[in-house]
T-cell receptor
């Protein structure tokens, strides 16, 4: 059971380049999230999705776009990378429907993507 | 919105007990999580409190007081592998039930 898988694990970009981060989950979860984590700051939500074909902005969405064409995949795009986007990016997923109250609240995280923008 | 405060760093001795505190302010509380995150790794779920009181799970316990906006994570019989960051996170009552994470407490366990 792979859980949540993120690719790539590491990437170095030059300012202005574009790239897509892929998140895949095999738990049939409805909800998926993209966070960034920076030193001295908590995990901050970039975008999220409550189901296939739907996305919404989180607290720091500027400079990013997302797509959820398939339930198991959530893509994060950087159209024109900036040094301020140097960060560790985490994808997470959770179930909206579960047998118990606790089960549906747990977010499961991927291993992260370390991105440097020069 | 939500505001979460927790100490940035703590040091404790192997075999000892350590308590990591978290205070929060929220417009609509609907549960508090603790996650563990080892350096360079993903956060992993430790505990969830939605009602006041203590939840115990092995060496780890988590306490919640909703009236005080306060929680703590208690780690007993510390082991070297417990060296990690511990993230406090609060869920709100909105339709989306957003979860807001604190900056995390970096715990160093020393021999």
């Amino acid at each position: 059971n792979a859980g949540v898988t993120q690719t790539p694990k590491f990437r170095v970009l030059k300012t202005g380049q574009s790239m897509t981060l892929l998140c895949a989950q095999d738990m049939n979860h409805e909800y998926m999230y993209w966070y960034r984590q920076d030193p001295g700051m908590g995990l901050r939500l970039i975008h999220y999705s409550v189901g296939e074909g739907t996305t919404a902005k989180g607290e720091v969405p500027d400079g990013y776009n997302v797509s959820r064409l398939k339930k198991q995949n959530f893509l994060l795009g950087l159209e024109s990378a900036a040094p301020s986007q140097t960060s560790v990016y985490f994808c997470a997923s959770r179930s909206a429907i579960a047998g118990g109250q606790l089960a549906k609240n747990i977010q499961y995280f991927g291993a992260g993507t370390r991105l440097s923008v020069l | 919105g939500q505001n979460i405060d927790q100490p940035t760093e703590m040091t404790a001795t192997e075999g000892a007990i350590v308590q990591i505190n978290c205070t929060y302010q929220t417009s609509g509380f609907n549960g508090l999580f603790w996650y563990q995150q080892h350096a360079g790794e993903a956060p992993t779920f430790l505990s969830y409190n939605v009602l006041d009181g203590l939840e115990e799970k092995g060496r780890f316990s988590s306490f919640l007081s909703r009236s005080k906006g306060y929680s703590y994570l208690l780690l007993k019989e510390l082991q070297m592998k417990d060296s990690a960051s511990y993230l406090c996170a609060v869920r709100d009552r909105g339709g989306y039930q957003k979860v807001t994470f604190g900056i995390g407490t970096k715990l160093q366990v020393i021999p």
